[in-house]
Every structure is written in structure tokens, then in C-alpha cells.
């Protein structure tokens, strides 16, 4: 099965983001699009492009990464998940588009998506600074 990734957000971030997965890991072996979600545009309007292309394409897998959960990028490609090659993730981040690139090269199973979303997860920590106290010697 071939696969295709969607990079859907609201301004530049898809294209961000692919730009910097290509300076990690050099060419994607996939066909990778961005949508930049910008003023007087609709998602929706990308949205129907889409479905008519995946509906064209079933023997293609489309993974669609979006940046917020909920939001007009997001409830728009949220239409497109009746259709079986189809998955959509919420709350992008470059760890799981790293991913899916390079860890999951076959057809993402229920629990390979489960294992993405808390990898991905992972990747968000908080740090702080810590001051150690110093040694008497």
C-alpha cells in the first residue's frame, strides 16, 4: 500500500515542520503535502479537494497530521476519517511525523497509531533548571 502524508494546519506550521523533518532525515520516502490554513481560505474547501483524491486513491494510505484539536483545519480533515485509508492525528508535532516517516513503514494497525500518540506524547516535557549546590572538597 503507498502512502501519502497530509501536513494541515493553520498558517505556515505544515511547512514548517516539513522543512525541518527533511533537514533530520534528508527525503521522505513518501508523498508528503502541506496545507496552510490562511485568511480568507476555507479547510473545508481543501477538505473536499482531499476526499475527492482519496477517494480516487484506495490502494493509498493517507495519514493526515493537523495542529489543533477541534479547530477549522481539524474539524474539516475530521470528515475524511470514514474512510478506511485514511488517519487522522490532532496536536502535530515533529516527533510524530518523524515517526510515521521512518519507525512505521507499513500500513498503520490500531495499536501502531496508539503507540505514535504516546511517543509523540512523550516529547512534551517541561524542563527546568537545576541548580546543584556546590561540594566542599
Known amino acids: 500500500m503507498k502512502r501519502k502524508i497530509i501536513l494541515a494546519s493553520h ?19 513518501y508523498e508528503v503535502e502541506t496545507y496552510s ?3 480568507g481560505k476555507l479547510a473545508e474547501d481543501y477538505a473536499n479537494e482531499l476526499k475527492i483524491e ?17 479547530a477549522s483545519v481539524f474539524t ?4 475524511l476519517v470514514e474512510r478506511e485509508n485514511v488517519r487522522l492525528f490532532s496536536g502535530t508535532n515533529l516527533n ?19 503507540q505514535i500518540t504516546k511517543d509523540a506524547q512523550r516529547g512534551l516535557k517541561h524542563v527546568s533548571r537545576v541548580v546543584e549546590e556546590e561540594e566542599d572538597f
Open 11 to 29: 498558517g505556515n506550521l505544515s511547512n514548517g515542520l516539513l522543512d525541518t523533518a527533511k533537514m533530520i532525515i534528508g527525503n521522505i520516502p
Open 37 to 39: 490554513l490562511v485568511p
Open 54 to 70: 482519496i477517494d480516487a486513491n484506495l490502494d493509498t494510505e493517507y495519514i493526515i497530521l493537523t495542529d489543533l484539536y477541534g
Open 76 to 79: 474539516a480533515m475530521y470528515a
Open 96 to 114: 510524530l511525523l518523524l515517526a510515521v516517516c521512518v519507525e512505521y513503514p507499513d500500513k498503520l494497525m490500531d495499536e501502531d497509531v496508539d
